[in-house]
C-alpha cells in the first residue's frame, strides 16, 4: 500500500523526488504518513480536500481488500 500511495503522489505533486512515504505498521492497522514538498502540499490536499479524500478511499478500497485497516496522514 506505501508503493500505491507513493506513485500516487509522485503523479501529482511538482517535486517528486520529494515525496516520502513510510508505513508503520500494527496488528491489524497501518499508518501511512505522506510528506511532500510544502509547495507541493494544496495539489495533495487538493480544493476542500477532495483529492486527500480520493487518497483515503483509494486506500481503504486497497486495504479492505487485504482486511485491514489503513489510514493515511499527510505530513507538512
Do not use: F
Amino acid at each position: 500500500m506505501k508503493n500505491l500511495i507513493e506513485i500516487i503522489a509522485k503523479a501529482l505533486v511538482d517535486h517528486p523526488e520529494q515525496v516520502k512515504v513510510t508505513e508503520v505498521a500494527g496488528e491489524n492497522t497501518s499508518v501511512i504518513e505522506l510528506a511532500v514538498a510544502k509547495e507541493d502540499l494544496g495539489k495533495v490536499i487538493g480544493k476542500q480536500g477532495r483529492t486527500a479524500r480520493a487518497l483515503r478511499t483509494i486506500l481503504t478500497a486497497a486495504s479492505t481488500k487485504i482486511k485491514k485497516r489503513a489510514v493515511l496522514e499527510i505530513i507538512e
